[in-house]
């Protein structure tokens, strides 16, 4: 059993900075995939980035590829995603995901814990 907690969200300005941070607890978490994805109301979940908890190369949608850089911090068992250069089409609720022993997806069926999301609101 894996707990997900959001936190970092806001409203911004097109261009600005916001860094999203997701706290995970449970045990062997290095079984983990770890995933972003984002939702818009009406919309499917959206796949935003992904990475293996227990180290490598992050995965990302071509839509935030280059503006967005997800981290995870171990010692604090803290997943982020440091979102730049921000666009009103970014504007949506933004959730934290673990996948147990599965690689990097982009599927959000796939994953099998979920955060209670966090709200990204992008002004023009």
């Known amino acids: 059993q894996v707990q997900l907690v959001e936190s970092g969200g806001g409203l911004v300005q097109a261009g600005d900075s916001l860094r999203l941070s997701c706290a995970a607890s449970g045990r062997n978490l290095n079984w983990y995939t770890m995933g972003w994805f984002r939702q818009v109301p009406g919309k499917e979940r959206e796949f935003v980035g992904a990475?293996?908890?227990?180290?490598?190369?992050?995965y990302y949608a071509d839509s935030v590829k280059g503006r967005f850089t997800m981290s995870r911090d171990s010692a604090v068992s803290r997943l982020y995603l440091q979102m730049n250069t921000l666009k009103p089409e970014d504007t949506a609720v933004y959730y934290c995901?673990?996948?147990?022993?599965?690689?990097?997806?982009?599927?959000?069926?796939?994953?099998?814990?979920w955060g209670q999301g966090t709200q990204v609101s992008v002004s023009s």
């Open positions: 990475i293996l908890w227990s180290g490598g190369s992050a």
């Open positions: 995901a673990a996948d147990k022993f599965g690689g990097p997806t982009m599927k959000a069926a796939d994953y099998d814990y």
